[in-house]
Nanobody, 116 residues
Framework: QVQLVESGGGLVQPGGSLRLSCAASGFTFSLYDMSWYRQVPGKERELVAA????????TSPTSVKGRFTISRDNAKNTVYLQMNSLVPEDTAVYYC?????????WGRGTQVTVSS
């Protein structure tokens, strides 16, 4: 059974940090490209950061460049998103995504709320 389980979300003050984790099981994690997306109500899901199966490249939108870092540990079947200098506009549900060719898996998401 394929599972992507996100954790690490919560309430944080502006300027604070969080590290999200996504634990994968049920498929060969090392063969998949991994990504983090986020979504706020009424808006489309947005790509936040991506990392290839060999950790060779990462991408992220301009709004999070320099603040968010994606990484992976193939030995632990886990992908991380380190988020620093958080702002209220980062408030969203964050989703983990695994992709290999036409196969795509999604996690259920973890809520991140940035508020004073």
């Amino acid at each position: 059974q394929v599972q992507l389980v996100e954790s690490g979300g919560g309430l944080v003050q502006p300027g604070g940090s969080l590290r999200l984790s996504c634990a994968a099981s049920g498929f060969t994690f090392s063969l998949y490209d991994m990504s983090w997306y986020r979504q706020v109500p009424g808006k489309e899901r947005e790509l936040v950061a991506a990392i290839t199966r060999a950790s060779s490249t990462t991408t992220s939108p301009t709004s999070v460049k320099g603040r968010f870092t994606i990484s992976r540990d193939n030995a632990k079947n886990t992908v991380y998103l380190q988020m620093n200098s958080l702002v209220p506009e980062d408030t969203a549900v964050y989703y983990c995504n695994a992709r290999r060719r036409e196969v795509i898996y999604w996690g259920r998401g973890t809520q991140v709320t940035v508020s004073s």
